[in-house]
């Protein structure tokens, strides 16, 4: 081990003041069997440093086809990984700048073993969740209502919140949110999500009651649905639907009373897509003539309700409207744009925006996406846009 005095004339070689340098020297060495396999660098921001700091944790998920990702709680992020020219060295219980001055410790050298070492680290970059996915699997055995009598229900293809972490790139949060979105609910511990048909059945029998008890649709009595349609369909599916195109509301009930308030978009939108899902392309005005039919009485259909699920054609004669889900396009980025351009050659800025809205990054906007994979012109004064490369149709 060098001495203070070696180091000082090592200094006077290399022609430097040590006036100009911290006070405290480190002598280095490596320690036995060092190798660069045995540790890996990840660069963390505050808010995950802070997020290890109190205890939590980061998960790698991913199957093994796919591109890993790291979850905190409730963000995700992609893992990259990055070159560095300067040798990184692992110094267990090397102190900072900081920490040596504060220290009571009155040495000027300091001898310090090297356990490792890389000259690569993760880099962590915040990222959409990965979602599409989630609905995929549960897609496999969606549930359909309670089983017939003398008919079993498929017992394949269920997953528990467990099972959804493993395969799913999102954090926790982020799924449970999804699930929410996509109406799911968990029966006998596994977490499914409605056959569109039956689910439509379900709101078809709450907003006839609503019709036939003439109840407004902002106050649904949870007990008398219950009541009423409890011999129909389990309990527990009608609360499951009231919580999907509605929320409790407390004004106004009776002690003890538990309120619905239906969200008027919600169940307009729901109506909308059972029509749509019958039909390729719908005249528009007769579409909205029987949609506007189809609600309770006192909701309101506008077309707004429809953004990223439907699509209005104003160029045919007559116009048309079409079934267009943000959930059927893919996933990725460029695959996203071409598909949409596969549709039309030429976009308005108000009928693309609801299906690129969802691909924003966190300081990205639709006008940012729209500048790096489309190009703009005008066409009878509006300004639309078309694709930057061929696309096969």
């Known amino acids: 081990m060098r001495s203070l005095a070696e180091v000082q004339a090592t200094l006077q070689v290399a022609k430097l003041k040590g006036g100009e340098l911290q006070g405290t020297v480190h002598c280095l060495s490596f320690g036995e069997d060092v190798s660069s396999a045995d540790y890996c660098l990840m660069e963390l921001d505050d808010a995950l440093c802070q997020h290890i700091e109190a205890g939590g944790s980061l998960v790698i998920r991913g199957d093994k086809e796919e591109r890993a990702v790291l979850c905190s709680e409730d963000k995700t992020y992609d893992l990259k990984m990055a070159d560095t020219s300067n040798l990184l060295l692992f110094v267990p219980g090397c102190k900072t700048l900081e920490q040596l001055s504060s220290s009571q410790d009155t040495s000027h050298l300091v001898h310090t073993q090297i356990w490792g070492f890389s000259n690569s680290y993760w880099e962590l970059r915040k990222q959409r969740p990965k979602l599409r996915k989630l609905k995929q699997l549960l897609m496999e055995n969606p549930y359909e209502g309670p089983a017939l009598r003398g008919q079993e229900e498929n017992t394949e293809h269920r997953y528990t919140m ?9 954090s926790k949060e982020e799924i449970q949110t999804h699930l929410k979105t996509i109406h799911a609910c968990q029966i006998d511990g596994y977490w499914r999500v409605l056959d569109f048909d039956y689910e439509v059945k379900l709101l078809g029998h709450v907003c006839q009651l609503i019709d036939s008890e003439s109840w407004s649709f902002s106050k649904v ?3 008398a649905c219950l009541e009423e349609l409890g011999p129909l369909e389990p309990k527990e599916m009608i609360e499951h639907c009231l919580n ?3 929320k409790p509301c407390t004004e106004n009930s009776k002690p003890g009373q538990v309120l619905y308030a239906l969200d008027e978009d919600s169940v307009c939108r729901a109506m909308a897509l059972l029509l749509l899902h019958n039909a390729v392309k ?3 005005r007769e579409f909205l003539e029987v949609w506007q039919q189809s609600v309770p009485e006192g909701m309101r259909t506008r077309l707004e309700q429809l953004k990223s699920a439907a699509l ?14 943000v959930e059927d396009l893919p996933e990725d980025t460029l695959e996203r744009f071409n598909h949409l351009f596969t549709l039309r050659d030429k976009w308005t800025e108000e009928d693309i925006t609801p299906y690129i809205q969802d691909l924003c990054g966190e300081k990205q906007t639709t006008g940012t996406l729209l500048t790096k994979f489309a190009r703009s012109s005008m066409q009878n004064g509006v300004k639309v846009f078309n694709s930057r490369r061929l696309v096969a149709q």
């Open 282 to 284: 719908f005249h528009l």
């Open 312 to 325: 209005v054609d104003r160029s045919s004669r007559p116009e048309t409207i079409s079934l267009l889900q």
């Open 244 to 246: 999907c195109y509605g």
């Open 162 to 170: 467990l099972d959804l972490l493993e395969r799913i790139q999102a």
């Open 221 to 223: 009595p949870l007990e």
